[in-house]
């Protein structure tokens, strides 16, 4: 298993059009997103990354929204270290930013660190074990995106999350596509995959809600053992008598 931590500089995308069938990718995540803007509820939201400027959460209660990025949407941050209060945010939106940053864990830390309690981090990822692991064979693709991104799997992430104390209320695929030619192109294996492995979608959602921590600490399930005394019948003839005397005495 690779380091999440990268040494090297990963090119995060600044469009979709950036990406493979980005418009269509573009599209499969509102698609896979509409459901969910109207469960988000509070007064602030925080898309991160230069791909959140392109995504529409209109449907969402939340009327005060903000896109953050390195050099695209409305206030100029490192994702590593946003200039946000902590426990200031109800929603905090990550579309491929994990797949092209180079500490992925700074990230999440920063994203849980300004999220209010029972507040809601979503993340849309891309899926290594996918038929997009058919783009890591080709020396000619791995050198672009998305196969030149980190690529974390579902289940790694949803153990990222539960570190930091999240509850993953919801998680779809979204895709199923190789992206190496149209995804118009061998529509039954795709709809195969998305009936009878949907764990092996290409693309990913997932949902987490932050956990409230107990108001009071949870009690010890031990107990300190108590000094064991010793009946006087348990003791000898001799000892028993001298017992009593120094009782009475």
């Known amino acids: 298993m690779r380091p999440a931590l990268s040494h090297i ?5 600044t469009s979709w ?3 493979p069938w980005g418009e269509w990718l573009l599209q499969q995540v509102a698609a896979g997103l509409d459901p969910w803007w109207p469960k988000l509820f509070g007064y602030h939201m925080v898309k991160l990354g230069p791909l959140a400027t392109s995504l529409n959460a209109s449907l969402s209660p939340i009327r005060h929204q903000l ?3 390195a050099d695209a949407g409305d206030a100029y941050a490192e994702l590593e270290a946003l200039p946000i209060r902590c426990r200031t945010v109800d929603a905090c939106v990550l579309p491929l930013v994990l797949d092209f940053h180079q500490d992925p864990h700074q990230v999440l830390r920063e994203a849980d ?3 209010v309690e029972g507040g809601h981090m979503v993340i849309v990822s891309y899926n290594p074990l996918s038929p997009l692991a058919l783009g ?3 020396p000619t693709h791995r ?3 998305p196969w030149n991104g980190r690529l974390f799997t579902p289940n790694r992430v949803k153990d990222w999350l539960g570190l930091l104390g999240y ?3 919801g998680e779809e695929p979204l895709a199923f596509s190789s992206f190496l030619w149209s995804p118009d192109k061998f529509v039954w294996p795709q709809q195969m995959l998305h009936q009878y ?6 693309v990913y959602m997932l949902v987490a809600r932050k956990l409230a921590a107990p108001l009071t600490p949870a009690k010890p399930l031990w107990r300190p053992r108590k000094r064991l005394v010793v009946a006087p019948a348990a003791l000898g003839r001799g000892a028993a008598k001298q017992h009593r005397q120094t009782k009475n005495g």
């Open 167 to 169: 509850q993953v209320v």
């Open 67 to 69: 896109v953050i990025s």
């Open 143 to 145: 050198s672009k995106p």
């Open 113 to 115: 660190r300004i999220l």
């Open 197 to 202: 492995l949907p764990a092996s979608g290409s």
């Open 136 to 138: 890591l064979a080709s």
């Open 17 to 19: 059009q950036q990406l």
């Open 9 to 13: 500089p990963v090119p995060m995308p």
